[in-house]
């Protein structure tokens, strides 16, 4: 047997079977997984205030006649825009840098520090990506729910999100899967996610790579699932359809 596949063997058994480093690898998967999923929860959760304020000032705001919401209003929507400008405006490993060794410096807990720096990141891209879905409906669709005897909010709630929804499925799958990716940084801050994993089977056997090669092999597999899993919400979207 060539030397150099000897070598590569024995590479390869240092780097993940000796003390069961593959270990590291394992639990940076669970951990970005995690990370991915609850940050996304929350970019949801802010991306559907903010597009609700966007939209409900852009298509509301002259019909309103109390001026005291008038003025609530314009201050929310200035509140998200620059909230939009400063979160799409810099990098997120900044923003990441700032939430755990600024705001959050007294915590203890890195994955809530990930997590939250990640999902106002995440929120930013959503909002808009939920605006549009609300834009893109039809007007006869609010006109039809007030003409129903439903408010504003309840024909928001009721008839305008969840059409949008069914059509930014998809868009949310996809910030899902680069979300996904994007969380390679939360090592920096100490999360052990895939990324970090690697990482520290470096530091132990001076190896470089067989532990990246991995980290690089699981990404594209699981950016592969997920995008596969997209594409088969789709179909059947388009099949709900016909």
């Known amino acids: 047997m060539p030397e150099w596949i000897v070598k590569l063997q024995k590479d390869f058994v240092t780097a993940f079977i000796e003390d069961n480093r593959w270990k590291y690898l394992v639990e940076g998967i669970q951990n970005t997984i995690i990370l991915t999923f609850f940050a996304l929860i929350l970019g949801v959760v802010l991306g559907v205030i903010i597009a609700a304020v966007r939209t409900t000032y852009d298509k509301q705001y002259e019909e309103i006649k109390n001026p005291v919401g008038k003025i609530f209003l314009a201050i929310g929507n200035w509140i998200c825009k620059v909230y939009l400008t400063v979160?799409?405006?810099?990098?997120?490993?900044?923003?990441?840098?700032?939430?755990?060794?600024?705001?959050m410096a007294s915590s203890d807990n890195k994955m809530l520090c990930g997590i939250i720096a990640f999902g106002i990141n995440s929120g930013a891209y959503v909002a808009e990506i939920i605006r549009g879905g609300i834009m893109s409906i039809d007007g006869g669709q609010t006109e039809a729910g007030r003409s129903l005897g439903l408010n504003y909010v309840q024909t928001m709630?009721?008839?305008?999100?969840?059409?949008?929804?069914?059509?930014?499925?998809?868009?949310?799958?996809?910030?899902?899967?680069?979300l996904l990716k994007e969380t390679a940084i939360a090592g920096y801050v100490g999360v052990t996610d895939l990324t970090r994993g690697a990482n520290i089977i470096r530091g132990i056997t001076y190896q470089s790579l067989f532990p990246l090669l991995a980290i690089a092999a699981i990404y594209l597999v699981m950016v592969m699932f997920f995008t596969w899993l997209v594409e088969l919400l789709e179909r059947r979207l388009r099949k709900s359809e016909r």
């Open 157 to 178: 709630w009721f008839i305008v999100l969840p059409q949008t929804f069914k059509n930014i499925l998809p868009a949310l799958a996809n910030e899902f899967i680069v």
């Open 87 to 103: 979160i799409r405006g810099t990098p997120a490993m900044v923003q990441i840098l700032i939430i755990f060794f600024v705001i």
